[in-house]
C-alpha cells in the first residue's frame, strides 16, 4: 500500500499567514487524503534562535504585512479582519503553552485524540482572534474561548492549570526546538514528506504551491482563484 504524504505544520497564533495556512489545510478539499499533525511553538523563541528581526520591526514589511495578509485571505476565501487585532502582536506565551498542555495531555489514549482537541482549540482561538479580533491574550477571553471549544469552564481550568507546569512550558520548548532543528525561521513552517518517502521544508502560505507539487498533488487542484496564485 502506498503510504499518505504528511505534513506537520509548526504554527503559532500570533502569525496571520500561519492562520491563513491553518484554515487552507483544514478546509481545501485537496488535502483530504494528507496526514496532518499540527504542532504548536512560539513564534518568539524561535525568532531568538535564529537571530531573526521580527517582521513588524523591519520598516516597510511591517506595512505590507497587513497588505498580503490580506490579499492570501481573499484568494482563498479566509475569514479575517479587515484591521488588526488591537494591540498587535501579543505575547502569545501563555496561548501556546495551553495548546502544547492539549497536545501533551495524558488524558488522550491516542495521538489521534489528541490532535482532535488541538485543532477544536485552534479552530476556536483562530477564530476569536483573527476572524472576529478579540484579544485571546486576555486571561479572560482565553478561559472563554476554551471553556467553549473543550467542553466548559472546568475542563479551561484544567489546561490552564497544566499550561503552568513546568512539564508542559518544556513541551512548548521541545516543539520550538524541533521546528528549528527541521529548518524553520519563521512561520508558518510546513515538513512534509511525499509517498516516495521523501521530506522536505516550506516556508510561508505563499509556497503552498511548491508543498502541493511535492506531495504529487498538483493534479487534484480545481480552478480556485487562490491556487491560480501559486501553482
Known amino acids: 500500500m502506498v503510504p499518505k504524504p504528511k505534513i506537520t505544520l509548526y504554527l503559532d497564533t500570533v502569525s496571520p499567514f500561519a492562520y491563513e495556512a491553518y484554515h487552507i489545510l483544514r478546509n481545501d478539499p485537496i488535502f483530504k487524503n494528507v ?3 499540527y504542532v504548536p511553538i512560539f513564534l518568539g523563541g524561535l525568532m531568538n534562535k535564529c537571530s531573526n528581526t521580527p517582521p513588524i520591526k523591519i520598516k516597510n514589511k511591517d506595512k505590507w504585512i497587513n497588505v498580503e495578509r490580506l490579499r492570501w485571505a481573499h484568494a482563498f476565501s479566509v475569514p479575517i479582519v479587515t484591521d488588526m487585532p488591537p494591540n498587535f502582536p501579543p ?16 488524558s488522550f489514549s491516542s ?15 483562530y477564530k476569536s482572534y483573527w476572524a472576529l479580533g478579540q484579544p ?14 473543550l467542553g466548559g469552564e472546568e475542563a479551561a481550568d484544567k489546561v490552564l492549570g497544566a499550561a503552568q507546569t513546568a512539564e508542559v512550558k518544556q513541551r512548548l520548548v521541545e516543539n520550538t526546538d524541533k521546528a528549528f532543528a527541521e529548518g ?3 512561520l508558518p513552517w510546513f515538513t512534509c514528506t ?5 521530506t522536505e521544508g516550506f516556508w510561508g502560505v505563499d509556497h503552498l504551491g511548491q508543498v502541493v507539487r511535492f506531495l504529487g498533488l498538483d493534479k487534484e487542484v480545481s480552478g480556485n482563484g487562490g491556487w491560480k496564485s501559486v501553482l
Open 35 to 37: 496526514d496532518i499533525k
Open 194 to 198: 511525499n509517498t516516495k518517502g521523501e
Open 111 to 125: 495521538q489521534s485524540q489528541s490532535q482532535s482537541a488541538v485543532i477544536a482549540a485552534l479552530d476556536a482561538l
Open 136 to 149: 485571546i491574550y486576555e486571561p479572560a477571553q482565553l478561559r472563554s474561548v476554551l471553556a467553549s471549544c
Open 184 to 186: 524553520a525561521f519563521g
Open 91 to 106: 505575547n502569545t506565551l501563555p496561548v501556546q503553552r495551553v495548546l502544547a498542555g492539549i497536545e501533551a495531555s495524558s
